[in-house]
């Protein structure tokens, strides 16, 4: 964590070792080996995001889903992964996940409002880490060691970012032109969180006057996925009885609300009629994912009572006898069935299905 210099290399050194930190990819390593969780976000270029959509209301502050497809949730502080991202997207900038994971709690100061409230709420605010956005501030401090959801509307245009959020880092560039950047930066002490600033914040959560803040806008169906999961969702509709027009409607709506970048229309209704008229063919209607959960009496037999999903107990399962596995490989690969090999580029994934290949030719 970024609050531990035993673990992680300090920043300091790595900025006495000649770090550039008006590199993204110099900059996204440097913050990784200080502990910070590290993902790649769109850039941006004349004003627009790179992610394509002209009318993208997070250019340049979402991740990149096929680099990221579970959002922030798929920060890292893996060197040779930021490596390979930023050579496929030279431009990215730069997002660091905030909360436990990185030992991290951000106040994001949005224009001379928000700073003002702030400086009359804690006074003069101390020398932590402390960076530029497009047109405020972020001020970041050590975890306090206790969960803090990122909240909005803290005090006027002020924001914490903490648990299941990420904030946008330096040198990123803000859609409006603007780069991000260190006013003090992370050579610097990263200071403890203000007792006020907490203090601040339950009150504000007591009263009713914060809300939990959802931040990562582009956590949705992504490019390769759409098609596939709108038809889903629309034939499910069709087994709870939907008529074609509900289907198109509903299918609409999920695709402006969460597909990023969503399908044009006529690709939508496509997806709408063929969810409706398609037969009703058993193989394909019943599996559990395309069932309305009803509730049912727990099961012994595979979770499914008639057509009604029904869970088994952990006490059931506990008792059930672990079928026997015939191996043609001793742990990995048994027979008639299907193994997943997965590791980091460069492990030897390739050259064990060479010599397992050999071995049972």
């Keep these: 964590m970024a609050t531990s210099n035993a673990e992680h290399l300090n920043i300091e050194a790595v900025n006495n070792a000649g770090t550039d930190f008006t590199n993204p990819l110099s900059a996204a390593i440097a913050y990784a080996m200080n502990g910070l969780f590290i993902l790649p ?29 579970h959002g922030f949730k798929d920060a890292t502080l893996d060197v040779s992964m930021l490596k390979h991202w930023w050579a496929r997207y030279p431009d990215a900038n730069i997002g660091i996940r905030t909360g436990n994971e990185s030992g991290i709690l951000v106040v994001d100061i949005d224009g001379q409002r928000g700073y003002d409230a702030l400086h009359d709420a804690l006074g003069v605010l101390p020398d932590t880490w402390h960076s530029t956005t497009g047109k405020g501030h972020h001020f970041m401090f050590r975890y306090p060691g206790h969960a803090i959801r990122s909240a909005t509307g803290v005090i006027p245009e002020v924001d914490i970012r903490a648990d299941g959020a990420y ?13 991000y950047r260190w006013v003090v930066g992370p050579s610097a002490p990263l200071l403890e969180c203000p007792d006020g600033l907490l203090q601040i914040l339950t009150d504000a959560r007591s009263t009713g006057k914060v809300h939990d803040r959802h931040v990562d806008p582009i956590e949705g169906i992504v490019e390769g996925q759409r098609n596939s999961t709108l038809f889903a969702f629309g034939r ?45 063919n058993g193989d394909f209607v019943s599996p559990i994912s395309l069932l309305p959960f009803r509730s ?34 001793q742990d990995y690969l048994p027979v008639g069935g299907l193994i997943l090999l997965a590791a980091k580029p460069k492990m ?9 290949v050999a071995h049972i030719a």
């Design 348 to 356: 030897g994934k390739t050259t064990l299905v060479y010599h397992l």
């Design 41 to 69: 976000l769109y850039g941006t270029n004349d004003g627009q995001c790179g992610c394509g959509r002209s009318a993208c209301k997070a250019a340049g502050k979402h991740p990149i889903p096929d680099l990221t497809p």
């Design 296 to 329: 049912a009496l727990p099961s012994t037999s595979g979770g499914l009572v008639g057509n009604d999903f029904a869970p088994i107990s952990v006490a059931e399962l506990l008792r059930q006898a672990d079928e026997k596995t015939n191996w043609v490989f």
């Design 167 to 179: 904030i946008v880092a330096p040198p990123s560039k803000h859609k409006n032109g603007p780069v």
């Design 236 to 280: 499910r509709m069709k087994c709870m009885g939907a008529t074609s027009e509900t289907i198109l409607a509903a299918i609409r709506e999920q695709n402006r609300a969460l597909c990023q970048p969503p399908l044009d229309d006529n690709e939508v209704t496509r997806l709408a009629q063929n969810a409706f008229s398609l037969a009703d």
